[in-house]
């Protein structure tokens, strides 16, 4: 386990992630408050109603949580995360009818083709081994006229982004160029792609066709 992903599973990370570490470094990283890209993800993911939704790599549940605040009836949020810790904290700190938390790898998701309305990642596959691979079976449990989108890290294709992934692949995170999701997301016949670049973040999001429509 590399450097990235122990910090990660760390219990005193878990204590300080939500309000002290991940909005410090996003916003160094992006530009961008938390609460700026919570309201990007509602919208992004097109949240409403009884909307089944998957977070992965959930982390605490900074985001899990208040995703569930624009689900009625019976919409639920399922958080997913490899780390105990962060779950443990999930559990204790952002806790809600509509919500539950599942210990699990991103890379062979525990639920069946199509079980969710909305599919969202953000700010974990740099650090997720085999990312790729992740984000296939977050489309592989996506439904038909869902939503996915995630924010992970960018680096631009010039010397500094060279010299800025090298920096940061000795730490185990990766950056990742400006085309790979967005080329993915097509190659697995999602529409409405749309990605927006900040700083060393990407946002990027995505339709699954309807089934006739595939």
Same mark, same amino acid.
């Given at each position: 386990?590399?450097? +990235?992903?122990?910090?990660? =599973? +760390?219990?005193? *990370?878990?204590?300080?992630?939500?309000?002290?570490?991940?909005?410090?470094?996003?916003?160094? +990283?992006?530009?961008?408050?938390?609460?700026?890209?919570?309201?990007?993800?509602?919208?992004?993911?097109?949240?409403?109603?009884?909307?089944?939704?998957?977070?992965?790599?959930?982390?605490?549940?900074?985001?899990?949580?208040?995703?569930?605040?624009?689900?009625?009836?019976?919409?639920?949020?399922?958080?997913?995360?490899?780390?105990?810790?962060?779950?443990?904290?999930?559990? #204790?700190? =952002?806790?809600?009818?509509?919500?539950?938390?599942?210990?699990?790898?991103?890379?062979?998701?525990?639920?069946?083709?199509?079980?969710?309305?909305?599919?969202?990642?953000?700010?974990?596959?740099?650090?997720?081994?085999?990312?790729? &691979?992740?984000?296939?079976?977050?489309?592989?449990?996506? +439904?038909?006229?869902?939503?996915?989108?995630?924010?992970?890290?960018?680096? #631009?294709? =010039?010397?500094?982004?060279?010299?800025?992934?090298?920096?940061?692949?000795?730490?185990? *995170?990766?950056?990742?160029?400006?085309?790979?999701?967005?080329?993915?997301?097509?190659?697995?016949?999602?529409? #409405?792609?749309?990605?927006?670049?900040?700083?060393?973040?990407?946002? &990027?999001?995505?339709?699954?066709? *309807?089934?006739?429509?595939?």
């Amino acid at each position: 386990m590399n450097l +990235a992903r122990r910090t990660m =599973n +760390a219990p005193a *990370l878990a204590a300080v992630y939500e309000h002290a570490w991940r909005p410090t470094l996003f916003y160094l +990283a992006s530009g961008r408050t938390t609460g700026t890209d919570r309201r990007d993800a509602v919208g992004a993911l097109r949240l409403s109603g009884p909307m089944r939704v998957l977070d992965v790599a959930c982390g605490p549940g900074n985001f899990t949580r208040y995703l569930s605040e624009y689900l009625t009836k019976d919409g639920f949020v399922t958080g997913v995360d490899f780390s105990a810790p962060m779950l443990a904290k999930a559990a #204790e700190d =952002n806790a809600s009818p509509r919500v539950g938390y599942v210990r699990g790898d991103a890379r062979t998701l525990p639920f069946a083709d199509g079980t969710f309305d909305a599919v969202c990642c953000f700010g974990a596959l740099y650090l997720i081994p085999d990312p790729l &691979v992740a984000t296939r079976e977050m489309i592989r449990v996506l +439904a038909p006229g869902g939503r996915i989108a995630i924010s992970t890290s960018y680096a #631009e294709d =010039n010397l500094f982004g060279s010299a800025s992934s090298l920096a940061a692949s000795l730490s185990g *995170l990766r950056l990742f160029d400006r085309d790979i999701f967005p080329k993915l997301f097509a190659r697995a016949g999602l529409t #409405e792609i749309d990605q927006r670049v900040h700083r060393f973040m990407q946002y &990027v999001d995505a339709t699954k066709p *309807l089934s006739d429509q595939a």
